[in-house]
């Protein structure tokens, strides 16, 4: 794998080139390359930063089961809630 430096240095020699090209058009390419370049380094940086973080932390140990206990009788659940009354239909007795 290149080292950081290593492209920051084909940059600079990029951006330096660029600066003695006398044709635009390719001033503008080269001027594009290292950008690229510039982006390329910058998201490796950033990729191998998250990577080095992801393996410092330790996942804390999930253990749902106290968790959903506590949630499941702090609120009232809907089956004790108090159910309002409908109009009952009167049933007709025979006697």
């Known amino acids: 794998m290149l080292s950081t430096r290593y492209l920051l240095d084909h ?5 330096r ?3 003695e090209v006398k044709d635009r058009e390719a001033s ?3 001027m594009e390359m290292a950008d690229e ?5 910058h998201v490796t940086d950033i990729s191998e930063l998250a990577a080095t973080l992801n393996k410092d932390t330790t996942p804390a140990p999930v253990n749902t089961a106290p968790e959903a206990g506590r949630i499941a009788n702090s609120a009232p659940s809907e089956l004790t809630r108090a159910k309002p009354k ?8 025979n006697g």
Do not use: C, E, P, Q
């Open 11 to 15: 940059i600079d020699a990029l951006v």
């Open 86 to 93: 409908g109009k009952t239909r009167k049933r007709h007795v």
């Open 17 to 19: 080139l660029s600066h």
């Open 28 to 30: 503008a390419k080269l």
């Open 37 to 41: 370049l510039r982006l390329m380094v």
